[in-house]
């Protein structure tokens, strides 16, 4: 043996460049076997990630008495699941591992379309598969944007960005191409003929040559309606001096949605009225606030040159909000003189505090600051968000803080109140998923989310009553008054900080009001993720802010908090 070793020895000291071969060859073959390992196998989860360093409190908060929640971003989902959705796409959920079996076991039977019909069976809520339709390139069954991914085309990247973009359906065709659009402009098929596989999605079906898989989307009802970029804003009555309401009006014989957005666009108006045969552009002005909509049958005229769409009428019209920034909002400077008193806008985590200051600079013209720092913000434009909370250069200030000293620190305070259940998953998500992000399915499912709630549920009653017990001159604003009326509630928070805004301004503002911190509408959870345990837990904690809004003769908590 030793005489055959040092044979070998001689042999690759004669030869080194075999030597260096052999050895190259020998450590690839090492590296394809561990790569194989690792995709056949479970997806193993290190200890740091488990249990992950815990991360900068909401937007830069120290969150009080919560002790160590190791809560992280790194957590990757392990089991059978894993692998199983990476077989068969984001849309599969096998109810047990037999039934997994069965799915997956599909046999030369079956065909791919049948295949792709079963996996869809089980999509999740946020799409609804409505079949395979005809396509042409020269007339497309869905007429809105489109884009294409030779690579990695899904079938839930194409639902998202046309719901992003708020429309009504989503269509896959060739595996890699995607379309969006309000209506479906073709003839349905037979589903035999979708029948190619998503280019980045093994085993879910994306239409076929010219033939479309086409999916309703579920948009959240806080999700604006659209028609292609344009904002629909709804029917409203015609202004009785027009011409002053809304300064350009071009007559349209073959009127169409596209048309009349695309000249108002052109002529750089934020509002096109559609008025049947006639196109106005101009911007919300106290002579056409926007305040009072009507019936939409009233301006359920078709449009001569769209069969599917209304254009109003010369009583009604339909408006749509373009993509032309209206500017007469968009001034903000710091303070010319320092202020004499510290505003906080308080607010628990995931309340809406971020949207709360957007519509406040919008409003006042003025940056607001921030008890933290938070560089994400700053890079997105609150240039408040560097200087010193003291500073006096801004017109309020940021903060989540609950103790008895910061809150005496201010002089008064406008207080965010926000469903603790819609706060909580608003706060969970950007925890994980950053200020416009989701958390991912493994952490709803984890221990994450169970101590979350148990840490951070009875924070959200004890932030209420401590600013209402210490707070000096605090303003309640119920985050849901302010979406439903923002005209008024953003008024209120306007005068408590002893600004005098311009009606044109705020109405301004409501035509901006969404800035660059809204998630999408489409990736709803498919299972409630509180328990009954929990509900009662939170209910409890609603209940005791209720009774501490009503003994100082304030609004209680709105109806809709409990039940949710």
């Known amino acids: 043996m030793a005489k055959l070793w040092f044979k070998f020895q001689r042999y690759f000291r004669r030869k080194p460049v075999r030597f260096f071969t052999f050895l190259a060859l020998y450590l690839t073959a090492g590296s394809l076997v561990f790569l194989h390992s690792g995709f056949v196998g479970q997806p193993a989860v290190s200890q740091s990630q488990a249990n992950p360093a815990v991360g900068s409190p909401a937007e830069g908060a120290e969150l009080p008495f919560l002790g160590d929640l190791h809560l992280g971003r790194g957590f990757r989902d392990t089991g059978e699941a894993s692998s199983i959705a990476r077989r068969y796409g984001p849309s599969f959920k ?42 042409d390139t020269q007339s497309r069954a869905l007429r809105g944007v489109s884009f294409f991914d030779y690579k990695k085309m899904t079938i839930f990247r194409c639902q998202d960005n046309c719901a992003e973009r708020g429309y009504l359906y989503a269509g896959l065709e060739f595996g890699a191409e995607c379309y969006c659009g309000h209506k479906i402009q073709a003839a349905n098929v037979s589903e035999t003929e979708c029948d190619m596989e998503c280019k980045g999605e093994h085993g879910s079906v994306c239409g076929g040559a010219n033939r479309l898989s086409v999916y309703r989307l579920q948009l959240a009802q806080e999700s604006a309606r659209r028609y292609g970029s344009a904002v629909f804003r709804g029917c409203f009555r015609r202004p009785d001096n027009l011409s002053l309401a809304l300064p350009v009006t071009v007559a349209m014989p073959n009127m169409s949605v596209d048309k009349c957005v695309d000249l108002c666009t052109e002529k750089e108006y934020p509002l096109a009225a559609l008025a049947g045969t006639a196109c106005h552009c101009g911007f919300p002005t106290t002579q056409f606030p926007l305040h009072e909509r009507e019936d939409e049958q009233l301006c359920a005229q078709k449009c001569s040159a769209e069969e599917f769409e209304s254009c109003g009428t010369p009583s009604y019209f339909i408006v749509y909000q373009t993509q032309v920034q209206d500017n007469r909002c968009m001034d903000r400077r710091f303070l010319p003189a320092k202020s004499k008193q510290l505003i906080a806008l308080a607010s628990f985590p995931g309340a809406g505090n971020t949207w709360a200051r957007h519509l406040i ?204």
């Open 94 to 135: 096998g109810k047990d591992t037999n039934e997994r079996a069965k799915l997956g076991d599909y046999g030369g039977v079956w065909s791919r379309a049948l295949k792709g019909r079963v996996v869809r069976e089980k999509e999740e809520e946020r799409a609804k598969y409505i079949g395979c339709y005809l396509d």
């Open 361 to 564: 600079e919008l409003a006042t013209g003025f940056y607001t600051g921030s008890y933290y720092f938070d560089g994400s913000l700053y890079n997105k434009g609150f240039k408040g968000e560097r200087d010193h909370w003291r500073s006096g250069r801004t017109i309020c200030i940021k903060t989540h803080e609950s103790g008895q000293k910061e809150i005496e620190a201010f002089d008064a305070a406008i207080l965010l109140i926000r469903n603790p259940y819609k706060a909580l998953m608003a706060e969970f998500n950007r925890k994980y998923g950053g200020h416009i992000g989701f958390a991912a399915h493994a952490h709803w499912k984890g221990k994450e989310w169970p101590e979350f709630v148990r840490n951070y549920a009875p924070w959200w009653a004890t932030h209420t009553l401590d600013w209402l017990k210490f707070g000096k001159k605090v303003l309640v604003v119920h985050f849901e008054d302010l979406k439903q009326d923002l005209f008024v509630q953003l008024g209120r928070m306007v005068r408590l900080l002893g600004v005098v805004a311009r009606e044109d301004r705020l109405l301004c503002v409501e035509s901006q009001k969404d800035g660059n911190f809204k998630r999408s509408g489409l990736r709803k959870l498919e299972f409630d993720p509180y328990t009954a345990d929990m509900q009662r837990t939170i209910a409890a904690y609603i209940k005791m802010v209720d009774a501490a809004l009503r003994g100082r003769n304030l609004t209680g908590v709105p109806d809709d908090y409990c039940p949710r």
